[in-house]
């Protein structure tokens, strides 16, 4: 399973690179547990859980410890692998089953997320909720109707690409930029009738730009960064970040390589691009996916050697983005733990933006765009 594919929630439903966090400073003062704030990851993965020795896992302390602390209150993962490949259907409905029995066996921690309730059941200190995804329309297997049944199942998010050209269109490394086929337009319609959030993110310009022209509800795209500041194909282009907008989506900032040129990435580098898209779009339009394990990324001699691979692996299927590097993490120094989003909460205020802005970004905009998308 590709690391995008869900990077080890309890290892089930595939092998894929994740690493436990590693303390970069001294923590944040923890939010109090009536906190209005509502902190939302809308593409991460929920790493922090070890075999049982009963055939099913278990959270580690230290996961436990940072939902008492509502580090980041909702995650945004995804259950079904990206890219073109065969048993697709199948292997969705199997990574489903999987992460509904590790849900039910935890229900003091983990929370569902389907509803707008369940939002609310994820701000109580202790508890996580869990938002299942798919990063690809592969999962459909050329039969968008099937979107329904997968969103009666609890897929909450469907994004129409990945980096390469699907049945829907082209994603954001195919040279021709094709835009749309007939089939992805049957499928954003399946999508919206299902109430299942658009996600356009990996998508080629073309794609993007009418995917969003394409839809009744407001899209969103979850992970990316601003194209006007680096120009590598994974971040977005400020016309296609402004029609997002425009029809009421949000867009969300991830902590990985494309937020810099060359090298890895630090704070300044995801401020810049946050401050960038909130020029663009609007304080209401914009938000956070980091595409990060919830715990973060331990760096070792070990772990800089699973990198490499990792990238060459990539490398070698074609799906690496300009960007990727074998020595660059897919993170951003000083926000690499469980404790990121009051950290990058301290900081913005530092910089200037009003609580009310930091709200807004760091969950208030995804959760009105869910609400507003599952339930109208």
């Given amino acids: 399973m590709d690391r995008r594919a869900f990077i080890q929630f309890a290892g089930v439903a595939g092998t894929a690179l994740a690493f436990p966090a590693v303390g970069r400073a001294a923590e944040p003062a923890v939010r109090a547990g009536n906190a209005r704030s509502l902190y939302i990851d809308a593409q991460g993965a929920l790493d922090g859980f070890e075999p049982d020795g009963k055939g099913s896992y278990r959270p580690t302390a230290r996961l436990i410890e940072a939902a008492k602390q509502r580090r ?50 994820a701000r109580e200190p202790g508890r996580i909720g869990v938002i299942y995804n798919f990063q690809d329309t592969t999962a459909l297997e050329a039969d968008p109707s099937k979107a329904t049944m997968f969103g009666t199942l609890g897929v909450k998010v469907i994004q129409l690409t990945y980096n390469k050209r699907n049945l829907a269109g082209d994603g954001c490394l195919e040279s021709a930029n094709a835009g749309l086929s007939d089939f992805g337009r049957e499928a954003i319609a399946e999508i919206e009738k299902a109430r299942i959030l658009l996600d356009l993110s990996h998508s080629g310009q073309r794609t993007v730009a009418e995917g969003i022209a394409a839809a009744t509800r407001p899209p969103a795209i979850t992970h990316s960064g601003c194209r006007a500041l680096v120009d590598f194909p994974r971040n977005m282009h400020d016309a296609e970040m402004r029609a997002l907008a425009q029809k009421g989506g949000v867009f969300g900032i991830y902590l990985m390589p494309f937020l ?41 001699d070990e772990t800089r050697k699973q990198q490499r691979e990792f990238y060459e692996d990539r490398a070698n299927k074609g799906i690496a983005a300009p960007g990727e590097a074998a020595d660059v993490f897919n993170l951003v120094e000083g926000y690499n733990n469980a404790a990121r989003y009051d950290r990058l909460a301290a900081d913005l205020r530092g910089r200037g933006w009003s609580s009310a802005r930091v709200d807004k970004v760091l969950g208030d905009n995804f959760a009105r765009l869910f609400a507003q998308v599952w339930e109208a």
């Fill in 260 to 300: 810099r040129a060359k090298g890895q990435p630090g704070g300044e580098d995801l401020i810049r691009h946050l401050d960038h898209a909130v020029n663009i779009c609007g304080e209401d339009h914009v938000g956070i996916g980091t595409d990060n394990p919830f715990l973060g990324y331990e760096i070792n």
């Fill in 72 to 121: 980041i209150d909702v995650v945004s993962m995804t259950i079904a692998e990206v890219g073109n490949g065969p048993d697709r259907f199948r292997g969705a409905m199997e990574s489903i089953a999987a992460y509904d029995r590790i849900v039910a066996e935890q229900p003091g921690l983990l929370v569902k997320v389907e509803t707008a309730a369940d939002l609310a059941k």
